[in-house]
């Protein structure tokens, strides 16, 4: 069973730009939630995808967009790129729609940095 | 509108002590938490949770109470251990369905704790 991975583990990129991150989610998963950790901070919720569906968003301006592939894996894209965008972006993949307690696995994250 | 608070950023224990790690959280809709576990250059990892009819939930070293009345949970790990050491994140949830935001976690802003040999 292979566990959540996601690519680049680094970037740097200049204001203004745009970024796309991956993620393939843990075998059997078929949901995908990402997250936002800005220094000294706790992951914030930015969406989650179900089946290729958006489910539920938080607080992130639509220059956050996202997709679901029918594989389950996943892209987080920012447009726009602003310097308080520089954060560490983790990836979460679940079992089953809908139900928190079950285990959200997460990724070893994406080091965004814009300069 | 911080929802979950991690009010200690930081805690050092002596081995074989026990590490006590406290959390509160403002909505009273959250019915689901979980404590997870980051080390360095790696994503958090689930160590434990607790569903809001319960009052306990232990799970070897780890137990995990929650006061709902106080809005407030903690985790206990005992014995304490070097390997301890990387930041604690608390997560509060709600298992609503229908309002789009299943699953979405809250987390505290974390607290690093240090287990000393």
């Known amino acids: 069973e292979t566990g959540v991975t996601q690519s680049p583990t680094h970037l740097i990129k200049t204001r203004g730009q745009q970024v796309t991150l991956r993620c393939s989610s843990q075998?059997?998963?078929?949901?995908v939630s990402w997250y936002q950790q800005a220094l000294g901070q706790g992951p914030q919720f930015i969406f989650q995808y179900y089946r290729e569906e958006e489910n539920g968003r938080g607080n992130f301006p639509p220059r956050f967009s996202g997709l679901q592939f029918p594989n389950y894996s996943s892209e987080l894209n920012v447009n726009a790129l602003e310097l308080d965008d520089s954060a560490l972006y983790l990836c979460a993949s679940s079992g089953s729609f809908g139900l928190a307690d079950n285990e959200q696995f997460f990724g070893p994250g994406t080091r965004l940095t814009v300069l | 509108d911080q929802q979950v608070k991690q009010n200690s950023p930081s805690l050092s224990v002596q081995e074989g002590r026990i590490s006590i790690l406290n959390c509160d959280y403002t909505n009273s809709m959250f019915d689901y938490f979980l404590w997870y576990k980051k080390y360095p250059a790696e994503g958090p990892t689930f160590l434990i949770s607790i569903s809001s009819i319960k009052d306990k939930n232990e799970d070897g070293r780890f137990t995990v109470f929650l006061n709902k009345s106080a809005k407030h949970l903690s985790l206990h790990i005992v014995p304490s251990q070097p390997g301890d050491s990387a930041v604690y994140f608390c997560a509060a949830s709600r298992r609503t369905h229908g309002s789009g935001n299943t699953g979405k976690l809250i987390f505290g802003q974390g607290t690093t704790l240090q287990v000393k040999p």
């Open positions: 075998s059997g998963h078929n949901t």
